[in-house]
């Protein structure tokens, strides 16, 4: 009999189909962001206790003015395809969110604005942190820039009718201004917010109120009803809280009592005296650095709060400054939110580009990646094995692993997607690059080196050249996977069925894999619609480096079934391919198991259907 060859021009058409399949499968299996919560240590931890190092920038210009709405999706793909970053923080207008306002430049009411710019921000693998900034109801300007509303415009509207200071002034005074205008009330913001997004762990809360002047027990009132107003609805989100300047020295001189929550973390605004065309002045906590911060710091984390600062740096970083704050951050386990976005990159969408301060922040940052997380896990991309074989096809799950989602565009396979690249270290401490399919800020799919050494392996997942992520993974000679159409081997996710005719010569009858139509039951092979000798084709990964084919063993329910061939399939990377020889004797006998067993060792169960 003429054994089937792997690639030939019979089979191409499944290429793509399977290019796509296993594209398409494992990013749709890729996890979202994890739910963080606050370790009893003060550490920013998710839900499999990994720490999470939060780091990334302000879009300031959210709440105010024309809404930041001229920034486009190819803008947020380029800042995190040029900084090492993993949170976004964005100002929201409280009376425009009330009101839902119509924001002209983006032509859509704010509400829908605001989610807009959250899942832009989620698309490239950032948590969402929400501040309530102004509370004025002067809408957004326009294109022409003309009566655009300032950062500060409900302090200038206090300013100029006082009647106006109880609902729009962000004093902190007065957090509901249900009674002088109810569209500006930051109690029923934050209420009506929680709401929407209490299911959404990537979404953060900042209650952040310019509250400076302001008594401790104002202070302390006003935070416990914000709080309050998020928890009713979201009570386990993470919190983020400023104080009045002095309220947490009260706090740790126990001349006021600590906020009574879970998941909070305590949160700083820090700047240095500013030069040049910056306006910011120098934050007194910055002074006598770090004397100043450090017991607070000590504090918050000894009682279970996290640490952040969440504003820093300006259109310029003087040393040590800049050193100060992210040397500080890293080793305190803060998160860090540059301000903002306008000093770290120019221009926009694919013409973006880091500034002189961004180039400084972004090396920072990665820094305090590869010191963060710095954990990512590799199984088998057929079966989930978390032993793997070489030139096996791989999936490794992490966090902060890519800037984007993108899917390698040709062959032979990138090293690099988008800055992202994978190392594996074998037993013999050699390193070899790993083939890329694809990216994204949580998994990535790829395949292991040819020639890696059998043991313990390590697997390094560098971006821009700075590594983010490592962990082991175990290499055995072969380590076989069967594609699935679902996870509990429901039907093979793509297999065909030939007739091998008495002259050698095949032809194709059809293919067979479970579909949504069916429910991914799978679709039964009807053994008399062949003729001659009849070959099921499946495929999978870490089958290729079997001893000999004698070493291939399948079952087919309780009938042992000839294997004609089992290696790799020729055409796709990585991918492997098994011809089983199917006896007419089980024409009719239902839905079975299929199993698979490669030196020894066995390959997950497929069901197939007989009619």
């Known amino acids: 009999m003429k054994i089937l060859r792997p690639g030939g021009a019979d089979h191409r058409f499944l290429w793509s189909a399977f290019a796509f399949l296993l594209v398409t499968t494992l990013e749709a299996q890729t996890p979202a962001l994890r739910p963080l919560h606050v370790s009893p240590a003060g550490i920013i931890l998710d839900d499999s206790g990994k720490p999470v190092a939060l780091r990334g920038l302000n879009r300031s210009a959210t709440g105010s003015g024309n809404a930041d709405a001229t920034a486009t999706d190819a803008d947020y793909a380029a800042q995190n395809q040029l900084l090492s970053m993993n949170l976004v923080r964005i100002f929201v207008n409280a009376a425009w969110w009330n009101a839902n306002v119509n924001v002209t430049i983006a032509n859509q009411a704010y509400q829908t604005y605001i989610d807009t710019l959250i899942q832009r921000a989620k698309k490239y693998g950032n948590y969402v942190l929400i501040l309530k900034a102004g509370q004025f109801p002067d809408a957004p300007c326009g294109a022409d820039g003309k009566n655009c509303p300032a950062i500060n415009q409900g302090d200038l509207n206090c300013a100029a009718n006082a009647s106006l200071c109880l609902a729009q002034a962000t004093t902190g005074n007065n957090i509901d201004g249900d009674l002088v205008c109810p569209a500006c009330s930051a109690f029923t913001f934050w209420g009506s917010f929680a709401k929407k997004y209490a299911a959404d762990p990537a979404v953060l809360y ?156 972004k090396t920072a940052y990665a820094a305090i990646a590869a010191g963060g997380p710095g954990t990512v896990t590799s199984a088998s991309s057929a079966n989930a094995s978390l ?81 983010v992520a490592t962990g082991t993974v175990q290499i055995a000679p072969v380590s076989p996977g069967l594609y699935t159409a679902t996870a509990d081997g429901k039907g093979v996710a793509s297999a065909i069925v030939v007739t091998v005719h008495a002259d050698g010569t095949s032809a194709f009858v059809y293919t067979f894999q479970g579909t949504s139509a069916t429910g991914f039951t799978p679709l039964p092979i009807d053994l008399g619609l062949a003729t001659d000798q009849v070959v099921l084709e499946l495929f999978g990964t870490g089958i290729r480096g079997r001893s000999s084919l004698a070493s291939v063993t399948c079952k087919i329910g309780t009938t042992t079934v000839p294997v004609s061939y089992a290696g790799a399939q020729g055409v796709y990377v990585g991918l492997d391919q098994v011809n089983i020889v199917l006896p007419k004797s089980l024409k009719g006998v239902g839905t079975v198991n299929v199993s698979l067993t490669v030196e020894g060792q066995v390959a997950n169960v497929v069901s197939i259907g007989f009619k």
């Open 387 to 467: 032993t793997l074989a070489p030139e096996a096809i791989a999936a490794a799950y992490g966090s902060n692993l890519a800037t984007k989602t993108e899917v390698a565009a040709n062959v032979p396979l990138p090293t690099n997607i988008a800055g992202t690249s994978v190392t594996v270290t074998d037993s013999g401490g050699v390193v070899r690059p790993a083939e890329l399919f694809f990216v994204s800020p949580s998994q990535i799919n790829y395949q292991i080196p040819p020639g890696v050494a059998v043991g313990t392996a390590s697997v390094t997942v560098s971006l821009n050249g700075d590594p």
């Open 206 to 361: 900042d209650t952040w109120e310019d509250m400076h002047g302001i008594d401790g027990n104002t202070w302390s009132n006003g935070q416990n009803q914000l709080i309050a107003a998020i928890r009713t609805y979201s009570p386990q989100s993470l919190i983020f809280v400023e104080d009045n300047g002095t309220a947490f020295d009260s706090i740790i001189h126990g001349a006021m009592p600590d906020l009574a929550w879970s998941r909070l973390v305590w949160n700083f605004h820090l700047y240095t005296a500013s030069t040049g065309t910056c306006t910011e002045p120098a934050s007194p906590r910055y002074a006598n650095w770090p004397q100043n911060i450090d017991p607070l710091v000590s504090y918050a984390q000894q009682n279970g709060h996290a640490v952040a600062i969440t504003e820093w740096g300006g259109c310029n970083d003087p040393e040590p400054y800049h050193a100060n704050i992210t040397s500080y951050a890293q080793s305190h386990s803060l998160a860090l939110a540059y301000f903002d976005s306008s000093n770290l990159i120019s221009g926009t969408g694919a013409a973006s580009q880091l500034t002189a301060t961004g180039s400084k922040v």
